[in-house]
């Protein structure tokens, strides 16, 4: 038995527009609405109901209200003729179905054979918001139409902002549809005409052109123009062909596979290829080219799941690109971003990593993983693509890595709770070192309460690791060692709160909580000399950590009574002190984490490090939205990092080999106010306003003007957007039910 196929959004192919309206007809029964009581009670309701024995025939008079499961049937009168199972409903006929209606002056229909004519009919589909209506509506077989005069659309209204109209139009779902002096109209002005159009009709999917995609970019690729192809191969696989020109660079083809196994088996293969004859010397950061001659332009993607049970499922992310530029070349229209979601549910949509040109490294994954009720067992393969400058040979890859987990359980039945951590991994590199590493940290915690105001945590662990080296890069070290060290420590909280009733409007309660929190963490020494590049380095630690959390949490009344609650304000202040720390300087940056929220259309919030030393901010972070009941929003964010080593053990980090542990510094300092506007002008237009501002570099990263027009079921929009290296304008219209068209 084949599972049936997935939808993803965007896979109707363009043959015409009328396609995408009659592809719907067919949700439910149209005409013969089938009244079954083997398929629950019927009840029938009128002003008379009458047997003619002579014909077998009821007759239900005035006001008729049928009701069977599923749906309603309402009209002046109906009359069934048990014989033959024919019906006629006439008056004002209504037909509900799952909030789907049938309207017609007569509706003619056999309940066994499910056909039928709806005169005067109209249709309207409510998944998909489709109007259809004729004058005459025949279900003429279990999936075969005739409408007369026929009329479809997607807007509201008795004169639609647009609609399909036919003289006739002869449709088979599942099959293929003709339709006799099609036409298309804007606001009743015709804009399409066609004598004759013969289109495939199925409520499946079908093989077609998709929407195509235009694009105009001054500077990077000039006029963009793809026509992507859509082949339904079998009802478990399809394929999307994308012909692709930019005339500053040449053609570029890609291949979307998609296949689909069963709920627990599916995955997604996409690969391009260009011959690129752009000519460019420039350099962005830590990466530069001098391209004379064309190149070779590509990337693939593979995304595979396969769910054994619900404890075990294995999955791949494979990416690879061809170079460290592909993804600053082509940041428009990118497959990668087109397809990026973190969502689990979305089974075609599973990029997962957000591929802008700022990306540093492209990460390729598979992962076995096995849950047990107190353990989890994961075998990981991954390969790291540097995409920041230089060679990647010296990236450390590991391939494999095992991890196995032990949940966090009681000992024996005592106090006591036992966690631990077991890993391997081999770690290679193509110009550096290589070998295996072992590691195992079992952890034992005492969770102890006193009273009811205060938990203390104690813990104490052990970590061993072992590895060997299978290069022969260095003869002075030793290919095998190990460390051992132990940590411990504890974590101690406590928590005050006071309840103050307000009874407000809106408002009934406030809680204010304060939370005081201690973790002291304490490392020995060990002596680390000689440890590879692959282990990681575990400093000295003998560090107090107090923090102190503020939160004010609102119990919300609306109108109708209804019980919700708002956190107003949260706050949190955090150090750590460092016992042995010998420059002088023992108290960290403290940390600030603010979020207020007085009322759902305003919101704030701050992370920011403070330097005591310096009295300044090594990290300030701040974020304002505000909007209101209309639809209009301003958002303000400011970003500041300054570049700052931590110490370790008391000795600035920039003493310590940064190429070995780099990890142990901060990022590039980084100083940008961002602000988006949007203001709801009319009910109809917005007015969107984006800047994007680069404060260290006084260098303007974007600037967007946009406006947008938009009514029940169409819209146009225009958007002007300059970055600081190129230019664009795009311009894009869409229909309700049939897709967006846009040239930038």
Same mark, same amino acid.
């Given at each position: 038995?084949?599972?049936?196929?997935?939808?993803?959004?965007?896979?109707?192919?363009?043959?015409?527009?009328?396609?995408?309206?009659?592809?719907?007809?067919?949700?439910?029964?149209?005409?013969?609405?089938?009244?079954?009581?083997?398929?629950?009670?019927?009840?029938?309701?009128?002003?008379?109901?009458?047997?003619?024995?002579?014909?077998?025939?009821?007759?239900?008079?005035?006001?008729?209200?049928?009701?069977?499961?599923?749906?309603?049937?309402?009209?002046?009168?109906?009359?069934?003729?048990?014989?033959?199972?024919?019906?006629?409903?006439?008056?004002?006929?209504?037909?509900?179905?799952?909030?789907?209606?049938?309207?017609?002056?007569?509706?003619?229909?056999?309940?066994?054979?499910?056909?039928? #004519?709806?005169?005067?009919?109209?249709?309207?589909?409510?998944?998909?918001?489709?109007?259809?209506?004729?004058?005459?509506?025949?279900?003429?077989?279990?999936?075969?139409?005739?409408?007369?005069?026929?009329?479809?659309?997607?807007?509201?209204?008795?004169?639609?902002?647009?609609?399909?109209?036919?003289?006739?139009?002869?449709?088979?779902?599942?099959?293929?549809?003709?339709?006799?002096?099609?036409?298309?109209?804007?606001?009743?002005?015709?804009?399409?005409?066609?004598?004759?159009?013969?289109?495939?009709?199925?409520?499946?999917?079908?093989?077609?052109?998709?929407?195509?995609?235009?694009?105009?970019?001054?500077?990077?690729?000039?006029?963009?123009?793809?026509?992507?192809?859509?082949?339904?191969?079998?009802?478990?696989?399809?394929?999307?062909?994308?012909?692709?020109?930019?005339?500053?660079?040449?053609?570029?083809?890609?291949?979307?596979?998609?296949?689909?196994?069963?709920?627990?088996?599916?995955?997604?293969?996409?690969?391009?290829?260009?011959?690129?004859?752009?000519?460019?010397?420039?350099?962005?950061?830590?990466?530069?080219?001098?391209?004379?001659?064309?190149?070779?332009?590509?990337?693939?993607?593979?995304?595979?799941?396969?769910?054994?049970?619900?404890?075990?499922?294995?999955?791949?992310?494979?990416?690879?690109?061809?170079?460290?530029?592909?993804?600053?070349?082509?940041?428009?229209?990118?497959?990668?971003?087109?397809?990026?979601?973190?969502?689990?549910?979305?089974?075609?949509?599973?990029?997962?990593?957000?591929?802008?040109?700022?990306?540093?490294?492209?990460?390729?994954?598979?992962?076995?993983?096995?849950?047990?009720?107190?353990?989890?067992?994961?075998?990981?393969?991954?390969?790291?693509?540097?995409?920041?400058?230089?060679?990647?040979?010296?990236?450390?890859?590991?391939?494999?890595?095992?991890?196995?987990?032990?949940?966090?359980?009681?000992?024996?039945?005592?106090?006591?709770?036992?966690?631990?951590?077991?890993?391997?991994?081999?770690?290679?590199?193509?110009?550096?070192?290589?070998?295996?590493?072992?590691?195992?940290?079992?952890?034992?915690?005492?969770?102890?309460?006193?009273?009811?105001?205060?938990?203390?945590?104690?813990?104490?662990?052990?970590?061993?690791?072992?590895?060997?080296?299978?290069?022969?890069?260095?003869? #002075?070290?030793?290919?095998?060692?190990?460390?051992?060290?132990?940590?411990?420590?504890?974590?101690?909280?406590?928590?005050?709160?006071?309840?103050?009733?307000?009874?407000?409007?809106?408002?009934?309660?406030?809680?204010?909580?304060?939370?005081?929190?201690?973790?002291?963490? =304490?490392?020995?020494? #060990?002596?680390?000399?000689?440890?590879?590049?692959?282990?990681?380095?575990?400093?000295?630690?003998?560090?107090?950590?107090?923090?102190? %959390?503020?939160?004010?949490?609102?119990?919300?009344?609306?109108?109708?009574?209804?019980?919700?609650?708002?956190?107003?304000?949260?706050?949190?202040?955090?150090?750590?002190?460092?016992?042995?720390?010998?420059?002088?300087?023992?108290?960290?940056?403290?940390?600030?984490?603010?979020?207020?929220?007085?009322?759902?259309?305003?919101?704030?919030?701050?992370?920011?490090?403070?330097?005591?030393?310096?009295?300044?901010?090594?990290?300030?972070?701040?974020?304002?939205?505000?909007?209101?009941?209309?639809?209009?929003?301003?958002?303000?964010?400011?970003?500041? %990092?300054?570049?700052?080593?931590?110490?370790?053990?008391?000795?600035?980090?920039?003493?310590?080999?940064?190429?070995?542990?780099?990890?142990? =510094?901060?990022?590039?300092?980084?100083?940008?106010?961002?602000?988006?506007?949007?203001?709801?002008?009319?009910?109809?237009?917005?007015?969107?306003?984006?800047?994007?501002?680069?404060?260290?570099?006084?260098?303007?990263?974007?600037?967007?003007?946009?406006?947008?027009?938009?009514?029940?079921?169409?819209?146009?929009?225009?958007?002007?957007?300059?970055?600081?290296?190129?230019?664009?304008?795009?311009?894009?219209?869409?229909?309700?039910?049939?897709?967006?068209?846009?040239?930038?």
């Amino acid at each position: 038995m084949k599972t049936p196929f997935i939808y993803k959004k965007g896979r109707l192919p363009l043959k015409v527009g009328l396609i995408f309206l009659l592809w719907f007809i067919p949700v439910y029964d149209l005409i013969a609405a089938e009244i079954d009581a083997t398929k629950g009670p019927v009840t029938i309701e009128a002003e008379s109901i009458s047997y003619d024995q002579n014909v077998d025939t009821y007759y239900a008079k005035g006001n008729v209200v049928i009701t069977y499961a599923g749906g309603i049937l309402m009209a002046e009168s109906v009359a069934l003729n048990k014989t033959t199972s024919d019906a006629t409903a006439e008056g004002s006929v209504m037909i509900v179905s799952d909030n789907d209606i049938l309207e017609g002056d007569k509706v003619e229909f056999n309940v066994e054979s499910k056909t039928g #004519v709806a005169y005067n009919g109209k249709m309207f589909l409510e998944k998909n918001h489709f109007y259809i209506s004729g004058s005459r509506i025949e279900k003429k077989g279990e999936a075969t139409y005739f409408v007369k005069d026929a009329t479809a659309t997607t807007c509201d209204g008795d004169s639609p902002a647009w609609r399909f109209l036919g003289k006739e139009l002869d449709v088979t779902i599942d099959g293929y549809g003709t339709l006799k002096n099609a036409e298309f109209l804007a606001n009743n002005v015709p804009v399409f005409y066609s004598p004759y159009l013969l289109f495939p009709a199925k409520t499946t999917r079908q093989s077609g052109f998709l929407f195509p995609y235009l694009n105009y970019s001054e500077n990077k690729l000039g006029w963009d123009i793809e026509i992507p192809f859509y082949w339904a191969i079998s009802e478990s696989a399809d394929a999307t062909f994308f012909q692709r020109y930019m005339d500053k660079r040449g053609f570029k083809e890609g291949i979307e596979f998609r296949y689909f196994m069963g709920n627990n088996s599916f995955g997604t293969f996409y690969g391009d290829f260009m011959n690129d004859n752009w000519r460019a010397n420039e350099a962005v950061g830590n990466i530069s080219r001098d391209w004379e001659s064309d190149h070779k332009r590509w990337s693939y993607f593979l995304n595979h799941e396969t769910t054994f049970d619900p404890s075990f499922y294995f999955r791949t992310d494979i990416v690879k690109i061809s170079d460290n530029w592909y993804l600053k070349d082509f940041n428009t229209h990118n497959y990668y971003l087109d397809n990026y979601s973190t969502n689990v549910t979305e089974k075609f949509s599973k990029v997962s990593f957000f591929a802008d040109q700022t990306l540093g490294s492209l990460n390729s994954t598979a992962r076995l993983v096995k849950n047990w009720q107190l353990y989890n067992l994961t075998a990981l393969v991954s390969y790291t693509d540097d995409l920041s400058g230089g060679s990647n040979d010296l990236t450390l890859q590991k391939y494999p890595e095992i991890t196995l987990k032990g949940i966090k359980r009681p000992v024996f039945g005592s106090p006591l709770n036992l966690e631990f951590d077991a890993t391997y991994d081999y770690f290679y590199s193509g110009g550096g070192e290589k070998g295996h590493l072992f590691d195992v940290q079992p952890v034992l915690t005492l969770p102890l309460r006193m009273g009811d105001y205060l938990k203390i945590t104690p813990q104490i662990g052990i970590k061993e690791t072992l590895w060997d080296r299978t290069d022969d890069i260095s003869a #002075v070290q030793d290919n095998y060692d190990h460390r051992i060290m132990y940590t411990a420590g504890f974590d101690a909280k406590t928590e005050i709160s006071r309840v103050f009733n307000i009874d407000g409007q809106d408002i009934e309660k406030i809680r204010h909580s304060i939370e005081p929190e201690l973790t002291y963490t =304490y490392i020995p020494n #060990v002596n680390q000399n000689n440890i590879p590049t692959f282990v990681t380095l575990i400093p000295e630690q003998n560090t107090l950590t107090y923090s102190l %959390t503020n939160t004010f949490l609102a119990k919300m009344k609306d109108k109708g009574g209804m019980t919700s609650y708002l956190e107003l304000l949260r706050l949190k202040l955090s150090q750590t002190y460092d016992f042995n720390n010998v420059t002088g300087q023992k108290l960290s940056d403290v940390d600030i984490e603010l979020d207020f929220k007085p009322f759902k259309y305003l919101s704030f919030s701050a992370r920011n490090k403070l330097n005591l030393y310096s009295i300044s901010w090594d990290q300030a972070q701040y974020d304002l939205n505000i909007s209101d009941s209309r639809g209009d929003t301003a958002s303000v964010g400011y970003r500041y %990092t300054s570049y700052r080593f931590p110490t370790i053990n008391g000795i600035n980090a920039s003493a310590v080999n940064i190429a070995f542990y780099p990890y142990l =510094y901060t990022a590039a300092p980084v100083e940008e106010v961002n602000l988006s506007l949007k203001a709801v002008i009319t009910k109809s237009i917005n007015l969107l306003y984006v800047v994007r501002q680069d404060e260290l570099n006084s260098q303007n990263v974007e600037n967007t003007i946009g406006l947008d027009y938009h009514k029940q079921c169409w819209s146009i929009g225009v958007k002007y957007s300059q970055t600081y290296n190129d230019k664009s304008v795009m311009l894009n219209f869409s229909l309700t039910g049939l897709g967006k068209f846009g040239v930038q």
